[in-house]
């Protein structure tokens, strides 16, 4: 793993990480307050660049003391050589990409730091906003409303249907006689059988009319129905990935290197272009949990604890 990639990690335990010489990067904690919006704003933390602290503090000695297997002198070996390296490339006016911090570059005689996207994000809290609680007064108001509403609702539908009865109790009801009509028998007979008869006719037309006009208003529904169907193409939804990364470079000619050791021990890794690093991975997982667990696993049979689980986003179809 590159030193450029370390700092991050050192940041997250300590306030201070230092650059001899050059200066420091510094994890500065903001307080909580309160919002526009009335709501209770967490802790917060900022990364920023103080040139006057130059001296070493030891604290990236310290880590990759603890993450390697070097010895103290071959870490400080390594330091210098990488320092001076760092300070030549900031006079050129090179900018440095440090991973979960951000881009340090020089202009002029001060320095510059621009926030970076990485998934590790050292600024952020592992608190929600809260939301305050509003007055009791304004809550019984809008309850002693609601319960206003309420019986006035009850009132007025408890007399609508009391008038509605009285109406009904006090109009009278006046039954409506009809007047049989006198035929003779012989009459009577025949006068049925042709009303029959024409009552038959009329049924049978009406019906045929009716079931035509029903028909017509299914197909036209139809019609319409099939117009105003739209096919529909699937959306490709996105998943997270787990890769277990077992080093980062920024050439895929390092990368491949170590792909081929790995495969010489009796593993299948592979080589990933991931936040425009080439990340040699030993597995893919859809869950964390079982990311994690692979990882520990990997640590213990290769003896190196610089393994680190990476989170990245694919589409399925």
């Not at 080589?271 to 893919?284: A, D, H, N």
Request: proline share 4%; charged share 25%.
């Amino acid at each position: 793993m590159r030193i450029e990639e370390c700092l991050q990690y050192v940041l997250l335990n300590e306030q201070y990480v230092s650059l001899p010489n050059i200066g420091s990067f510094v994890r500065e904690k903001h307080p909580s307050h309160i919002n526009s919006r009335q709501e209770v704003t967490p802790p917060q933390y900022s990364i920023s660049f103080n040139e006057e602290r130059t001296f070493d503090d030891k604290a990236l000695q310290t880590y990759l003391l603890q993450h390697s297997t070097l010895s103290k002198e071959e870490v400080e070996c390594i330091m210098q050589k990488w320092l001076r390296l760092l300070q030549q490339n900031l006079d050129k006016g090179i900018p440095v990409h440090f991973q979960g911090i951000g881009v340090l570059k020089k202009e002029g005689a001060h320095f510059i730091l621009c926030s970076d996207s990485s998934k590790l994000n050292l600024t952020a809290s592992t608190f929600a906003n809260i939301l305050l609680p509003k007055a009791k007064g304004i809550s019984k108001r809008k309850s002693r409303r609601k319960s206003i509403i309420v019986v006035a609702a009850i009132s007025i539908a408890t007399l609508s249907v009391g008038l509605l009865l009285t109406y009904w109790l006090v109009s009278p009801h006046k039954p409506v006689r009809i007047e049989p009509s006198i035929t003779p028998p012989a009459e009577q007979n025949s006068d049925t059988l042709t009303r029959d008869s024409v009552l038959a006719q009329l049924t049978s037309v009406d019906s045929a009319i009716v079931n035509k006009e029903t028909q017509q208003i299914l197909d036209s529904t139809h019609r319409q129905v099939n117009a105003l169907r739209v096919e529909t193409s699937p959306s490709s939804e996105k998943r997270f990935v787990y890769y277990i990364v077992a080093g980062s470079f920024s050439s895929i000619e390092n990368a491949n290197k170590l792909k081929n050791e790995l495969s010489k021990k009796g593993y299948r890794p592979d080589v990933k272009e991931i936040s425009s690093m080439y990340r040699v991975t030993l597995g893919k997982f859809y869950e964390k949990k079982s990311g994690i667990k692979e990882m520990n696993k990997r640590r213990k049979e290769l003896n190196n604890d610089s393994y680190w689980l990476i989170e990245t986003v694919e589409s399925q179809e």
